[in-house]
């Protein structure tokens, strides 16, 4: 067996690698999980009378293994080895103390993953991560959905993703002004193009005289077929009317960007007006209503902010600045997420495309991958903190990543389709494998490793890298979005460009860290 598939099979079967371990004032977070990678401590109730609890699972292969605890959260390190990956149903038996008498506590189904092969027994890279990332944005250019934006000036109507502005323009906007030093030749196109889509967003920002005024829309149908978006984009239709808090800090970084790299100061003035609503309209939590609504500029519901975007804005703004409040600001913001995701574990999913949810319904790994960056570059001499790290890693990967087989009963999984692996999942709503989420564990690794150089970790990166130069399609130099057909390339059938954009930013990021050439 390969030496690393050695190493990951010791940490699957610690008890010492269980996540987040519950009790003591700690909630269950895996309420909602439906697969584990890592050993699992699952909930179950004391039961009154109870000398001891019998826990019973039977495998994929029709085998039972038994042990019993003092406890009905026990971890189920003393049979995990043991269980063959794949489905497990587990009861857990309350014991009386009088007699042999059981009382059912609980029971519990869940896929058990298969655990990470090495890359020796794994697929060889397609290409080099490099290689990868430079066709990725040479498709990016070329393809008719950007070229639109340089011709026109205006959102392509038939790409009806485009009815989320302020997460495609942001990143189109990026991944031009990168491809402009990338490709020298083409530069003066890319930033015209760069320039224009900029200028469009501007066009659509709230209005002074409005409650959001200075802020760019969550979603826009302007300049789209409304009629075609709401058949594509389920998700979009009736909130036109909402702004979620966490994507004007995409736009004002990528002003910050744009400012920087063209010189115009109308873009440092657009980012300026998303800084100061921040700073007028934050919390005194440190963080802001997620969902607004833009008629009012009053909160929908009451979950709040945990995304790093807002964190990383605001600091690109104190340095953009000089301004010590900013990174005040920031500081704050970051001791609410560490409240809400440290301490609580509710690592909430936020998307545009999702309802709001309760704590511990829809959980990702987006803040997670944000956080253990963070503190890798910014607490690396703090091995406390760096401990958390390599923790929220495993949460990571517990719930998020697939080195072998897909649990079957995920609803997207039907006949004729294909789930690709090594590869990340998105979200508990969208539990299926996303190019973007690959990337974005690829460079959590990545950071992680550079603090612990434990070379099991650049290893797992260099895993789902080469899944990515595996998938990316050889003549196109597209990234599908979904990895969950027979040719996924040839297959686009939701295709998100920002996440086409995300990958290939996250391959150069790998290859820069292995100094590829």
């Not at 063959?84 to 007699?99: D, W």
């Not at 697929?123 to 290689?131: G, N, V």
């Not at 989320?164 to 323009?169: F, G, V």
């Not at 009629?227 to 004007?248: C, D, H, Q, S, W």
Request: contains cysteine.
């Amino acid at each position: 067996m390969d030496k690393f598939a050695n190493l990951a099979l010791e940490e699957y079967n610690s008890s010492d690698k269980t996540v987040r371990r519950a009790g003591n004032g700690k909630a269950f977070w895996n309420v909602n999980s439906s697969q584990f990678t890592f050993v699992p401590q699952l909930e179950f109730p004391e039961i009154p009378g109870a000398r001891a609890y019998l826990f019973t699972a039977t495998d994929s292969k029709n085998k039972t293994y038994t042990f019993e605890a003092d406890s009905p959260i026990e971890p189920l390190t003393a049979i995990w080895k043991d269980l063959a990956p794949g489905f497990v149903s587990l009861k857990v038996e309350a014991i009386h103390r009088r007699g042999d008498e059981k009382i059912l506590a609980g029971a519990r189904t869940f896929w058990k993953c298969d655990p990470f092969p090495g890359r020796e027994n794994l697929p060889p890279r397609a290409r080099s991560y490099r290689e990868c990332a430079l066709l990725a944005f040479e498709y990016l250019f070329r393809d008719p959905t950007t070229q639109h934006w340089l011709k026109h000036g205006l959102p392509d109507p038939k790409y009806s993703h485009n009815v989320y502005p302020s997460k495609m323009i942001s990143s189109v906007v990026k991944a031009m002004l990168s491809y402009a030093k990338m490709k020298p030749s083409c530069a003066e196109s890319a930033i015209k193009l760069a320039r224009n889509a900029a200028d469009y967003l501007l066009s659509i920002t709230y209005p002074d005289g409005t409650p959001l005024a200075g802020l760019p829309p969550t979603y826009s149908y302007k300049d789209l077929d409304r009629e075609i978006v709401n058949r594509n984009i389920v998700a979009a239709k009736g909130r036109e009317f909402n702004l979620m808090t966490i994507y004007p800090a995409f736009v004002g970084s990528m002003y910050l960007k744009l400012e920087k790299d063209t010189g115009e100061h109308k873009y440092f003035e657009a980012a300026k007006r998303i800084a100061d609503y921040y700073a007028e309209n934050v919390l005194p939590n440190g963080s802001w209503h997620l969902f607004l609504d833009v008629r009012t500029g009053e909160a929908i519901g009451n979950n709040c902010c945990q995304h790093f975007s807002i964190l990383n804005f605001l600091s690109e703004y104190g340095d953009r600045t000089g301004e010590e409040s900013w990174k005040e600001m920031a500081r704050k913001y970051f001791s609410y997420i560490s409240a809400q995701c440290l301490d609580g574990y509710n690592w909430e999913g936020q998307f545009e495309d999702v309802k709001l949810t309760s704590n511990y319904h829809n959980l990702t790994h987006l803040t997670a991958d944000s956080m253990i960056s963070y503190i890798a570059k910014n607490m690396s001499d703090d091995n406390s903190m760096i401990a958390i790290a390599e923790e929220i890693m495993r949460y990571v990967e517990d719930q998020f990543v697939v080195w072998g087989r897909h649990a079957p009963w995920n609803r997207s999984l039907e006949p004729g389709r294909i789930f690709h692996s090594p590869a990340a999942l998105e979200q508990y709503e969208w539990y299926v494998p996303i190019d973007g989420s690959t990337g974005a564990v690829t460079r959590a690794l990545i950071d992680l490793y550079s603090v612990t150089k434990n070379p099991l970790l650049l290893e797992k990166a260099c895993a789902l890298g080469d899944a990515i130069t595996r998938m990316q399609d050889p003549e196109s130099g597209v990234i599908p979005t979904h990895w969950m057909s027979k040719e996924p390339a040839k297959d686009l059938f939701d295709f998100w460009i920002n996440c086409h954009i995300g990958t290939a930013f996250n391959m150069l990021y790998l290859a820069d860290a292995l100094g590829e050439e």
